[in-house]
């Protein structure tokens, strides 16, 4: 849509809130806050009024039992990591408009009126029930704090509120041969009074919506509705730890929340912050009831019942009518050797370490051309060297390198006029209108990897382009034919930095500045990807954009355990 005072679509993207007990590995990024990532910043260049939100998950069993083992304060162990990742997440060039945090007071306040609501209207209940307990620690054990084998799948390490392997929703007590996570020994079965949400209630309702919306993955529907098939049950939503949001209900003061409960509650406290901060506190309706509003959640797949089900249940329970998430795009995993990542037995990549070994450009490149959409992928040093020497160096980078070098060296830095198109410059220019138009189309379907692997494309017809035509031994006989094949190839440099910006953003923006165009690529409409240079224009001198990797898998897992040992 155009400025001209039309009224933008409206776009909310949030990515699920990483477990702030450690740092994220590259699975959780590819997952989640890349992938929300590179979506935002395709809404921005098409001119859609957007934000993106997420922030650190604090609560919950993952952060005390972490902190229990380090011997620290939940809120130091929160405080210390929400600041590092937060550094680490503008690094990795992740544009947030408010990336916060569950301790904020904005999002206690929201969960409590929430779950209020929900309690007011007749969804929520207190039960005795037999949870269990661990005697060696005196204390109950909820979610994280236990870990046994799945009854449905046999999974061995499934934990006590889902599955990992088959992801199925769990209570505590549903698991065979269970252990405490701290000390490893055998619970045992003990009362306790909770508060559950009756999700059987709003079966109908939540069935109704994943049949009718047509925006989710047919693997992601057919699973969500299978859940419903086989029967919700109540959803205990209180836990006895000491650590969380105090549960609102009467005779519940000694009670937290639930940590998904209040996580996924959460897209809607962020987004009230974020217009809170800004002067505008009433604006947030616009992204939560206005129905034009599209919502996207980038989630693992693991996550997949808190949001087709936990989210749209806790929504409709309110007795508000707020928009229920429009898509939800759930990632297979990104496994290690085969394994899942596990940083107490060194398998894995942390974001941290990443950026240790190499820029933010290429992890962003690797992880969408790779990105796991349809089955698991395993990550290996010999995929991720040949992506980005293939693909960013060889490909890519030494495209655009070569056009605007020759255009340095040869046209004195001046973006040569070109005389009339010949059939293959026209060709071209046509093709990449085309592969412009398909980008769009797979971004706007969370494609995310074919969009990867087509912007590349763009710059491999550009390298086949002056190849064919030889432009370097034309020039020796026909200078107007040659400035016409130059003006052409760098018509496409200029498109491959607007489509290039959402995946490789430092790299766009530095191909924007050697192209000596105005303002930032991160503030262009997409659709100037396919409108020409301005005429006699002069460019910026080019330097190149990737280096090779030359080093061998083992140098770079050498490579890796020193950055472990710093």
Known sequence: MDDGGSLKLKTLVTSAWPYIHSLPHLGNMVGSILSAD??????????????????????????????????????????????????????????????TRTENPVHKEFVKKTLTEIYNNGYIFAQETEMLFCEKCSRFLPDRYVEGKCPYCGYEKARGDQCENCGRLLETTLLIEPYCAICKSTPVVKKTKHWYFDLPKLSEKIGDYLKNNEQLASSTRNFSISLINEGLKPRAITRDVSWGIQAPFPGAEDKRIYVWVEAVLGYVSATIEYFKNHGEPERWKEYWFDKETRTFYFIGKDN??????????????????????????????????????????????????????????????????????????????????????????????NFVHRTLTFINSKFDSVIPESAALDSDAAKILKILEEKVESVAEEFEACRLQSAANTVVSISRIGNQYLNDKEPWNLIKVDRAKAASIFSVAAQLVKALAIVSAPLIPFAAEEMWKTLNLPGSVHEQKWDEAIKPLPPNHRIGKAKPLFRKIDDSPQELEEKLEKVRQK
Request: glycine residues 6%; hydrophobic residues 40%; aromatic residues 12%.
């Open 38 to 99: 590179v979506f935002a910043r395709y809404c921005r260049l098409k001119g859609e009024d957007i934000i993106m939100v997420s922030g650190s998950d604090e609560h919950g069993t993952p952060v005390e039992v972490e902190s229990v083992r380090l011997g620290i304060s939940p809120k130091e162990l929160t405080d210390k990591n929400h600041a590092k990742l937060s550094g680490l997440l503008k690094d990795w060039g992740i544009s947030f408009d408010n990336y």
């Open 304 to 397: 997949i019942p808190f949001h087709t089900i936990i989210l749209p249940a806790l929504l409709l329970a309110s007795g508000e009518s707020y928009n229920l998430p429009w898509n939800v795009s759930a990632t297979e995993f990104l496994q290690f050797k085969g394994e899942k990542a596990s940083k107490s037995q060194k398998v894995g990549i942390w974001i941290d370490e990443a950026l240790e070994l190499l820029p933010a450009d290429y992890w962003r490149y690797f992880l969408m051309a790779t990105r796991p959409e349809t089955k698991d992928s395993n990550f290996s040093w010999e995929l991720f060297i040949e992506k980005v020497n293939a693909d960013l160096n060889d490909t890519f980078g």
